[in-house]
Every structure is written in C-alpha cells, then in structure tokens.
C-alpha cells in the first residue's frame, strides 16, 4: 500500500517559516519524482517545487529564493523548507510522487500565513 503522509504545517505571521516534510512508504522513493504542490481556496492547484530522482530541482517563481525542496532517499523523504513566508503562500500543501506508470498524492497539509 502506497502511503504518503505530509506534516510541519500549521499557524505561522508574514516573515516566518515553516518545515513541511513528506514520509512516503510502498514506493521506491529514489525512482520518483517529488513534488510539492498546493491549492488556496478558490484558486487551482499549482506546483510549487519538484525534485526529480537525479536531484534536479525546479521552482515556481513565486517561491524562489525563499523555499527549498530537498530529498533524503535514505528516509523516503521529502522536504520543504519554507522561509520569509507571505500571505499570499496561504494553502493546502500536497506531496506528490510521480513515475512514468504512476502517480500518487498525500492528503494534504494547511500552511496559513497571517498576524
């Protein structure tokens, strides 16, 4: 059974940060592309950072500079570092796994960023 569990989400003011990690099992995790993605209300799901199995990593604009993606094959991990966060970052933050066959979400953590 393929299980991916995202945690470190939470209540956080403008400026700060937050440590969002995703613990996956029943997958070769180092075969997988890992990804971060998130969905504010009203608004369409759009990817935020990607970490493909070679370490490549890719951004969305938004968050560049600010957050960084990691992965820990060893753990079956992946992580994201979120620093000098913004209103505007205020979602459900999913993990994804991706290979050429499949295709697998976690349930999703709330990052909320206000004072």
């Known amino acids: 059974q393929v299980r991916l569990v995202e945690s470190g989400g939470g209540l956080v003011q403008p400026g700060g940060s937050l440590r969002l990690s995703c613990a996956t099992s029943g997958i070769i995790f180092r075969f997988y592309v890992m990804g971060w993605y998130r969905q504010a209300p009203g608004k369409q799901r759009e990817v935020v950072a990607i970490?493909?199995?070679?370490?490549?990593?890719n951004y969305v604009d938004s968050v560049k500079g600010r957050f960084t993606v990691s992965r820990d094959n060893a753990k079956s991990t992946v992580f994201l570092q979120m620093n000098s966060l913004k209103p505007d970052d205020t979602a459900v933050y999913f993990c994804?796994?991706?290979?050429?066959?499949?295709?697998?979400w976690g349930q999703g953590t709330q990052v909320t960023v206000s004072s």
């Open positions: 994804n796994a991706q290979s050429s066959r499949d295709d697998f």
């Open positions: 970490v493909d199995s070679g370490g490549k990593i």
